[in-house]
């Protein structure tokens, strides 16, 4: 069952990132996943090759501010994100974006909550936010006969998922180890 706690880690995560040791180059790897695009997807509204992109997540190759200026015009990225690490991962238009695609699907006020919250979740936790809704949209055709309410529902497949998502956790931790 969700927890206060629980809900507020997952809603209200800003997607800020108080520490990174990390470079400019992982945090332009880290980008491109976040929106799940594939190298060739990421790179050619940016005017760059797979292979460019393979090489500057490879420290191959360093990230230009030409660059860093078209992920901020395509993708909305945070320059200064880019540059240190500090800050959200993308410019807050979060506003715009929920009036586009409320526009766009005609979504009610409930579903506009949705997408604001996903939309400012950090990567992880909207890679297992869709993963979660993906897993719920299965389960309703699978298990339409079962007697439980909608939130029951979602209650036990987003349980199951983070259950199995703690196990796999468990599992690499131990891996680690080993």
């Not at 180059?25 to 996943?33: A, I, M, S």
């Not at 400012?120 to 006969?145: C, F, G, H, T, W």
Request: proline share 2%; with cysteine.
């Amino acid at each position: 069952m969700f927890t206060k706690s629980t809900l507020c880690d997952i809603f209200h995560a800003g997607g800020e990132c108080m520490h990174d040791d990390g470079t400019i180059n992982d945090r332009f790897k880290e980008l491109r996943l976040a929106l799940d695009l594939s190298q060739e997807q990421f790179g050619a509204p940016i005017g760059l090759t797979k292979s460019s992109v393979s090489n500057i997540e490879k420290h191959v190759r360093n990230l230009n501010e030409r660059v860093i200026m078209l992920l901020e015009s395509k993708f909305k990225a945070s320059p200064q994100w880019l540059h240190t690490g500090l800050g959200n991962m993308f410019l807050d238009v979060g506003s715009d974006f929920v009036a586009e695609m409320s526009a766009k699907y005609q979504l009610s006020d409930f579903q506009q909550t949705l997408v604001r919250a996903v939309y400012e979740m950090p990567p992880e936790l909207q890679r297992m936010a869709v993963e979660v809704a993906r897993k719920i949209a299965a389960d309703s055709y699978r298990n339409a006969e079962i007697d439980e309410t909608e939130h029951e529902r979602i209650e036990r497949i987003t349980n199951q998922y983070l259950d199995a998502h703690e196990s796999q956790a468990t599992t690499q931790q131990t891996d680690k180890k080993a």
